[in-house]
C-alpha cells in the first residue's frame, strides 16, 4: 500500500521549507585518443598503400579537439520545497508545493518541473467514514542536446569545434559526413 504524507488531526498549521542547491558532472571521461594518435591508426589502416589526404598530410601537430570536454560541463541543480499541513478534528490536509531545475551535464540540454498536490482528508461519523481527495498538477519542460554520448566520443578529434570557413560556423571534415559536429 502506497500512502502520501498527510496533515495530522487536532494540529495547528504547520510550515516546512526544503532547499537544495548543488552542482553535477561526468565523473569519469573515456580515455581516447588525440589527433596524432588517430592519425597514426589512419595511416596504418585505412590509408595504407593508399594517397593519405591533404588535411592528415598537413596535419599542425597539435592534440586536437577533446569532445568530451566540448561537450560535458558541470551543471547547476536545485529544488525548492514548501509544505503547509494541518487538520481539525475532523478533517486533515496538506498542501506541497515544488520547483526543480536542473541543468543537464550535456550542453544545450536542461529540465524543469513545478507541482503542486493537495491532499484533503475528512472523518464522519465518528471517524468510521473517510473521505478524502489527493490532487497533483505538474508541468514540466525537457530540452535534449540532439547529439548522443557517443557522438562525443566517435567524433574525430582532428575535426575543430568551429571554423569560419565551414558554413554556419562550425568545423567539419568532408570525411565526417555522417556526423555532426555535437
Known amino acids: 500500500l ?9 494540529s495547528p498549521v504547520k510550515v516546512d521549507i526544503n532547499l537544495y542547491a548543488g552542482f553535477q558532472n561526468a565523473t569519469k571521461e573515456l580515455e581516447l585518443m588525440d589527433a596524432n594518435e588517430w592519425i597514426s591508426v589512419l595511416k596504418e ?5 593508399k594517397e593519405v589526404p591533404e588535411s592528415i598530410k598537413n596535419w599542425d601537430g597539435s592534440k586536437g579537439t577533446n569532445w568530451q570536454e566540448e561537450g560535458f560541463r558541470t551543471a547547476f541543480l536545485s529544488k525548492s520545497n514548501v509544505n503547509i499541513s494541518g487538520g481539525g478534528t475532523n478533517s486533515t490536509y496538506r498542501v506541497s508545493a515544488c520547483y ?3 541543468e543537464g551535464v550535456l550542453h544545450n540540454s536542461s529540465y524543469d518541473a513545478f507541482n503542486i498536490r493537495t491532499k484533503n482528508m475528512f472523518y ?3 471517524d468510521h467514514i473517510r473521505v478524502g481527495n489527493t490532487f497533483l498538477i505538474k508541468s514540466w519542460k525537457q530540452r535534449r542536446n540532439q547529439s548522443s554520448l557517443i557522438d562525443y566520443m566517435r567524433m574525430s578529434p582532428m575535426v ?3 571554423d569560419e570557413n565551414q558554413l ?7 570525411w565526417t559526413i555522417n ?3 555535437p
Open 2 to 10: 502506497i500512502t502520501t504524507k498527510s496533515g495530522k488531526k487536532n
Open 45 to 49: 589502416t585505412h590509408y595504407a598503400g
Open 100 to 102: 526543480t531545475t536542473q
Open 124 to 126: 464522519l461519523l465518528n
Open 160 to 162: 575543430p569545434v568551429y
Open 168 to 174: 554556419g560556423g562550425f568545423g567539419a571534415r568532408d
Open 179 to 181: 556526423m555532426d559536429n
